[in-house]
């Protein structure tokens, strides 16, 4: 194996503006033209944040480092995984007050391909009377460290046998004194050439005393992969509507309209099966079949699956959303009762690990689909009509 040096994106003596390339690492890529850019995005309310753009010489990876290292979006050959959200850029968690719009104030910065949701908490707002502290009772939609900057953000190049892998690392940190004191450590890992971008994520209790974790990794795809007829597919053991709303369209959860002016969002809580590994796999395909997004992802750290389903209108963010979770994203209090909370002790870590893949033609989604055609085997998951009381709170 040979490690080519870290190089500083972000930190305290990172220049505003970086770029690298083939020339620049030696040895590294030489066959593919490869680069790695930092810039400081000046407009708006984006005016501040720190993008990083990879190119693998397949695909440009967007990772936003002052948003909690959310990922923007994919771009390969043309073709944007990401979705349209009124929030056309990025927006600078100097900009967001998460306590507006009665505590719902993190979707003034929503419109990741890849949003994490935590760490102390995620769901919906309200007050959560058995919270650890008092600090922590008030709840805003969706948790603080996507509007947390990332403090240091360094990329490294390795070489193992033939693969060289660009890895970008980054740490951001969810602390306050009398309250949590949590911290997050990002590993993206982006194989030169490939069509598939690993993450691996850290969380470390910092606290002397023990902590409560939920984390979910909102991973939001509209336009052109999602259309009418467009349909997603796990291995499913079980799956259940959230509520009323959602139970109406049991006929028609794994498939999606066009864009609808009035649509009411929908959500189904999953239980999902995994392979020898627990590991397990969800895919979004277009109705022709030939355009793909795949997500593979441990069941260990992440036992949750939740689909989002959201086909508005186009203006006003036609999307959907695979979300791997480690409890499902009702109210914490709710999640609590039913001991699907992580507790983390002083000084512990909890690991997660996601394999994200872009999919560009039928065999390529027809390959992924039999990867989770092989975990399902003949198993036939239960499907429930109504909302179930153990994974709805208004069942």
Request: aromatic share 8%.
């Amino acid at each position: 194996m040979i490690q080519h040096n870290n190089v500083i994106l972000c930190g305290n003596s990172a220049p505003a503006q970086v770029s690298l390339s083939g020339k620049d690492i030696s040895g590294f890529g030489r066959d593919t033209n490869w680069s790695v850019s930092k810039t400081t995005m000046r407009a708006g309310v984006s005016a501040g944040i720190e993008l990083i753009e990879v190119d693998n010489g397949l695909q440009t990876v967007s990772i936003l480092a002052t948003r909690g290292m959310g990922l923007w979006k994919i771009d390969r050959e043309g073709v944007r995984f990401g979705w349209d959200s009124p929030v056309l850029q990025p927006v600078h968690p100097a900009f967001i007050n998460l306590k507006s719009r009665n505590n719902l104030g993190w979707v003034e910065g929503f419109n990741e391909l890849l949003c994490r949701c935590g760490l102390s908490f995620n769901g919906p707002p309200g007050n959560d009377e058995n919270a650890p502290s008092g600090l922590e009772s008030d709840i805003t939609l969706h948790g603080q460290i996507a509007n947390l900057p990332a403090e240091s953000v360094t990329v490294e190049f390795e070489t193992v046998e033939n693969q060289e892998t660009i890895i970008i690392r980054g740490i951001v940190r969810e602390a306050s004194l009398f309250g949590p004191n949590l911290e997050l450590q990002v590993e993206y890992r982006i194989g030169i050439g490939s069509d598939e971008m690993i993450i691996n994520d850290t969380v470390i209790n910092r606290a002397s005393r023990p902590a409560e974790l939920e984390m979910l990794y909102h991973i939001n795809l509209g336009t052109p992969l999602l259309e009418a007829g467009a349909s997603w597919q796990a291995p499913l053991k079980m799956l259940a509507p959230r509520d009323a709303q959602a139970a109406e369209d049991m006929a028609t959860t794994s498939t999606y309209l066009a864009p609808t002016t009035g649509y009411a969002e929908q959500v189904y809580f999953c239980d999902l099966m995994g392979d020898s590994n627990q590991q397990t796999a969800a895919l979004l395909k277009n109705a022709a079949a030939n355009l793909g997004f795949g997500i593979e992802f441990g069941l260990q750290a992440l036992p949750y699956f939740t689909i989002w389903k959201n086909t508005q209108a186009t203006e006003d963010g036609y999307c959907t959303g695979l979300e791997p979770s480690s409890s499902y994203p009702n109210f914490k209090g709710f999640e609590r009762s039913q001991g699907r909370l992580v507790s983390l002790a002083a000084g512990e870590s909890w690991r997660s690990n996601l394999t994200l893949r872009t999919l560009a033609n039928k065999e390529a989604v027809k390959g992924f689909a039999q990867k989770i055609k092989a975990i399902q085997g003949e198993t036939k998951p239960t499907i429930h009509h109504d909302p179930q009381a153990d994974y709805s709170p208004d069942a």
